[in-house]
């Protein structure tokens, strides 16, 4: 019995206090502020009473309930702390009748957190919800359980974050129950359907559960833990996914949460997924089994360690086919191995609608992808990213989209046949028809329509491959050329997989060029990006087929513009090594010919095509390791060459500054032809942007100092640390400590500044400032461009490089880094300031030729061959970077001197003509016969350095591709011509005769040589007169002969 104040207290507590009355202002339902200590006192204890009445009558209905009836499993899997606490808080919302709906996020300890989730059911699709819910916690996830009360009236699941304090080294007992039936099917004495009794002996089990977690050793029914390691062995050290099904066998499993009546409808999915984020691999296979109307009873998730290859992540479900229905579980298997590969955008649909299935949604993602940098251009808003994909995955014409998959699925069905142009041609005006008739919105119907047409553009793709990483797409570059492109490229890869999309763009059969990684860092530079993605790769293609003039390879590039949105740096790196992965995988898809591209891949195109890659922004050794381990596990020719600059047995870039060789020749030419000035006597200033620890900058300043001595005066640097400023000059041995030590500029000792030097480090605004107008204010003779942001003089600041008095802080630029000053820029400096610019076309071209001489050597020379010999290699390498630079340097400056026009014109202008002169002669070595093609290969022979062509000449014919060898002989024929007879004798033939042309070049040249042998040889002869004649045979001997001028 309550005492009389408990009683009036409990009345305070629902009754309606007015509060401000006097003032009629509002009442207030806060009866706990009833008058009168003594009340509120008694209202408190009140309140206690009933709450611990209430609780203790929860717990005790709570607790047996809850051990009655949560499975077994989730006693052996979780702690007692953990136990406790979802105990706490199931009785605590039992006690107020609400429905079992929570969320909890708890600490194991400092390196691990769980997160848990209690529903009132279990039903298809609350798995995938939850783990979409999960917090962004900076580790991975390492556990997953999913527990249903036997009376079906509560779901628990639990994800736990954070390594295993149990993962390290340990020893297996030989009386391990998992050992011991491994044992037993090693011997033959057991025998499991799945489980290979050679692969399962006692060292091969003991290694590899060394590398499990106790949690998982525990848990593991002995049969099925030998069936996981076997996945797990065929995933291991690759990118891998593996997925068996098996029914449901409740003699050997446990049925403890189960209902016996329901268990002939369950099946165990085991996988094993290598080096993915657990938490990823766990979504895409929750996606799977929700589109399938799989309800999951239980899920087993661990990470088992793959050593550099990261882990292999075990998933294992149970799931429940519901009743009537039927699965396709050799689909569903291949549904969930692509899973790993599939974009955000393509699940989405899927997920949206599940009857498309993978291929038709990969495809109509990626065509949506492929819309943007090409509808973009024709009304940025009406088609941007986002209303791209509005329009083509709406319910009003997904089936449109669908439609458009369909005949893209039918002209590349392997199993069919490629169709004809007429069938092509009736199935496109079919789908034309139908998009004009139901589409009456002008954006979507334009569209639709160059969905249409892309497919038509198609000449290959991988769609039909099973293991592929992304969808990848041989393009007719016509549908993606537009009004600004100033020449169609030869050929267009696209690729759209796991949040990347990417293009490659090559200006010839054979080309070369870099392989970068774009990253924005919002959702609107990520549009922005993707709106211009092909346009930037274009560009960076098209100047690349202008540098690579001196080699076989033509240009090209290859950018992937990657979505890191919001990532922590960890998850960025990992998903842009996926992106690179991918890529490079996807593009070997369309050029090996194997027994599997043979069976899946149609060709519309009809040559065989071959790639070279190099790396450039964001691309790592490692990235450059795996791709060409995996050309060649691909069965690619020459894998070596695939992709360049490989850490062992490649030519580093950085460490033998082949790209500042040849800036500092062009630099020294210039110098000579422009200011007068002879380096090797007399004093010049210089200012640089790039850093002593930077590539070009760092190894020009090396040069530098190598070339000239104290004759240089350094008088200006900037890099991303700080800015350094000396009028007298820098010190040459700081700077040589700093540029040996690979460190930053901020490291410079001021005290080796002269009494006018400044060192500004960019901790504070004015060090900023100072360090980004470095290159406008500081004045020099010269200004080498190694470093910085592309387009940083451009049409609006041009005049901030002038001074007061409105003359350039320098009259000679030389640009070692690309695109520093625009193209308007160089126009404006030259024409308003008299401004000489060496474009970057030409000063830093030694880079790629160096590269391409990595592919050589890659094709010619075993690896051991290459590294026994790679002094002497590099030695002759850099001498030709020298020589190709050399005498493009004085031809450039000998049209400049002889024709108006700037000197960025006629660098353009030695590029194309070149080109031209090679494409010419190209189509011509195909048509000759192979003893015809074999006289020139002296031409190959002199462009390879000494060494590699001692080495490996004879191994031209076998081990080089014939297209390749036809490349390199019209680029070294063309390029000789041209630097030895200037611009004007290619440009005045037709294009017709050029080839015919060339090749009477090359025996007009021998006959000329033969003159100058027998007038070196004649006596009574002046010596004055002889030299004389001998150098106008050098210069015109060749024209002459041939009577051309």
């Known amino acids: 019995m309550l ?94 009748e609400q429905a079992l709906s929570l969320d909890i996020r708890s600490d194991i300890d400092e390196d691990r957190k769980v997160v848990t989730f209690i529903r009132p059911n279990n039903e298809v699709g609350m798995l995938l919800k939850q783990i979409k819910s999960l917090p962004k916690y900076n580790m991975p996830l390492s556990r997953v359980g999913v527990y249903t009360t036997d009376d079906n009236t509560m779901c628990l699941n639990m994800f736990t974050f954070g390594e295993h304090s149990d993962t390290s080294a340990r020893t297996i007992d030989d009386s391990h129950p998992i050992l011991e039936l491994a044992s037993k099917v090693a011997a033959g004495e057991v025998e499991f359907e799945g489980v290979d009794k050679d692969a399962v002996s006692s060292e091969m089990m003991k290694e590899y559960m060394a590398k499990c977690g106790n949690g998982y050793l525990n848990n593991s029914v002995g049969r099925r833990f030998l069936n996981q390691m076997g996945l797990y062995n065929a995933v291991t050290g690759s990118e891998g996914v593996e ?71 075990q998933l294992r479900m149970l799931v429940r086919v519901q009743d009537g229905e039927e699965i396709d579980w050799g689909r569903l298997k291949r549904n969930l191995k692509r899973q790993k590969w599939i974009d955000p955008s393509t699940a989405d649909l899927i997920e949206k609608n599940p009857s498309l299935g993978i291929r038709r949604a990969e495809i109509i993602t990626g065509l949506a992808s492929l819309m943007h940098p090409i509808m973009g251009k024709v009304n940025p808003v009406a088609y941007s990213k986002a209303n791209i994909f509005a329009a083509v995955t709406s319910n009003a014409y997904i089936h449109l989209g669908s439609e458009i998959a369909d005949y893209f699925l039918e002209k590349f069905n392997p199993k069919s046949g490629k169709m004809s142009e007429a069938d092509q041609q009736a199935a496109t005006a079919r789908l034309r028809e139908k998009i004009d008739s139901e589409v009456v919105d002008r954006s979507a119907n334009t569209l639709l329509h160059k969905m249409v047409e892309a497919v038509n553009h198609t000449y290959r ?82 100047a690349q087929q202008m540098k690579n003039k001196d080699i076989p390879e033509g240009g090209s590039k290859c950018v992937a513009l990657v979505d890191t949105v919001g990532m922590s740096q960890q998850n960025k790196n990992f998903v842009m090594r996926k992106s690179v992965k991918a890529f490079s995988d996807s593009m070997l898809d369309l050029i090996v010919d194997t027994p599997e591209t043979q069976r899946d891949v149609l060709d519309y195109y009809g040559k065989p095509e071959v790639l070279y890659l190099g790396p450039d922004e964001q691309v790592i050794p490692e990235d450059i390791d795996w791709i060409v381990q995996r050309a060649a596990k691909r069965g690619y020719r020459n894998p070596s060459a695939f992709m360049s600059s490989k850490p062992k047995a490649g030519i580093n870039h950085k460490e033998f500054g082949v790209t500042s060789e040849g800036v500092n020749v062009f630099l020294d030419v210039a110098l000579r032809e422009v200011l007068k000035i002879d380096p090797t006597k007399e004093s010049f200033s210089v200012k640089l942007t790039g850093g002593t620890d930077g590539d070009v900058a760092g190894n020009e300043i090396n040069i530098l100092y190598r070339e000239y001595g104290d004759n240089v005066k350094i008088v200006g640097l900037g890099d991303h640390t700080a800015a350094l400023e000396d009028p007298n000059g820098l010190d040459r041995e700081e700077l040589l400590r700093l540029f040996h030590g690979s460190l930053p500029l901020d490291e410079y000792d001021p005290s080796k500044l002269s009494p006018t030097g400044a060192l500004h480090t960019v901790d504070t605004d004015e060090g900023v400032r100072m360090r980004n107008t470095m290159h406008n204010r500081v004045k020099a003779d010269a200004f080498i461009p190694a470093g910085g942001r592309p387009n940083t003089v451009d049409i609006n600041n041009w005049e901030q490089f002038l001074d007061e008095e409105g003359k350039p802080t320098s009259g000679l630029i030389v640009e070692g880094a690309n695109l520093f000053v625009t193209a308007e820029a160089r126009q404006k400096l030259f024409e308003e300031a008299g401004v000489i610019v060496v474009k970057d076309s030409s000063a830093n071209k030694a880079g790629v030729i160096c590269s391409s001489y990595e592919i050589c050597a890659a094709m010619l020379l075993s690896e051991s061959e290459f590294l026994d010999n790679k002094d002497e290699i590099v030695a002759d390498v850099l001498k030709k970077l020298r020589y190709f630079a050399r005498v493009e340097a004085e031809l450039l400056f000998r049209e400049f001197n002889n024709y108006p026009g700037a000197l960025p014109h006629f660098s353009a202008l030695i590029s194309d003509t070149i080109n031209v002169a090679t494409d010419a002669i190209r189509e011509e070595l195909v048509k000759l016969p192979p003893g015809d093609l074999d006289q020139l290969l002296g031409l190959v022979k002199t462009h390879l350095p000494e060494k590699m062509a001692t080495m490996a000449f004879d191994r031209l014919k076998t081990n080089v591709p014939e297209q390749y060898l036809i490349a390199a002989i019209a680029s070294s024929l063309a390029s000789k011509i041209v630097y030895a007879e200037g611009v004007n004798f290619v440009k005045s033939q037709p294009p017709e005769n050029l080839s015919a042309l060339a090749l009477k070049y090359l025996e ?42």
Not at 9 to 29: E, H, I, K, M, P
Not at 466 to 495: C, K, T, W
Not at 1015 to 1036: I, N, P, Q, W, Y
Request: glycine share 6%.
């Open 3 to 96: 005492s009389s104040t408990i009683y009036h207290a409990r009345r305070a507590l629902t009754r309606r206090v007015v509060v401000g009355a006097a003032n009629g202002r509002y009442l207030s339902d806060k009866s706990w502020q009833a008058s009168g200590p003594e009340i509120q006192e008694a209202t408190k204890k009140a309140l206690i009473h009933d709450l611990l009445t209430s609780s203790t009558t929860s717990i005790h209905d709570t607790v047996p309930w809850f051990l009655e009836n949560m499975p077994a499993s989730y006693f052996r899997q979780t702690n007692l702390a953990v136990r406790t606490e979802h105990l706490k808080a199931i009785a605590s919302l039992r006690s107020t």
């Open 1004 to 1045: 007009a040249e021998k006959e000329v040589a033969l003159l100058e042998n027998a007038l070196s040889g004649a006596s009574g002869l002046d010596e004055g007169v002889k030299e004389e004649v001998l150098d106008l045979l050098k210069r015109g001997g060749v024209r002459s002969k041939l009577n051309v001028f």
């Open 243 to 313: 997925v068996s099904v098996e029914k449901f066998n409740p003699t050997e499993y446990s049925t403890d949460g189960l209902d016996p009546n329901q268990t002939s409808n369950m099946y165990w999915i085991d996988s094993a997924i290598a080096n993915s984020l657990p938490q990823y691999a766990l979504e895409y296979f929750a996606r799977v089994a929700k589109v399938n109307n799989l309800d999951i009873i239980r899920t087993h998730l661990d990470n088992v360690n793959d050593g550099d290859n990261g882990a292999v992540t």
């Open 461 to 542: 793709t991988n769609v039909y491959m099973e293991n592929r990483y992304a969808l990848s797409l041989r393009l007719d570059p016509a549908i993606m050329q537009s009004d600004n492109h100033e020449a169609s490229p030869y050929g267009v890869v696209f690729a759209h997989g796991r949040r990347f999309n990417g293009y490659h763009v090559r200006f010839r059969d054979i080309s070369r060029g870099g392989m970068r990684i774009v990253t924005p860092a919002s959702p609107e530079q990520l549009a922005l990006e993707s709106g211009r993605h092909y346009d930037e790769c274009y560009g960076l293609s098209f």
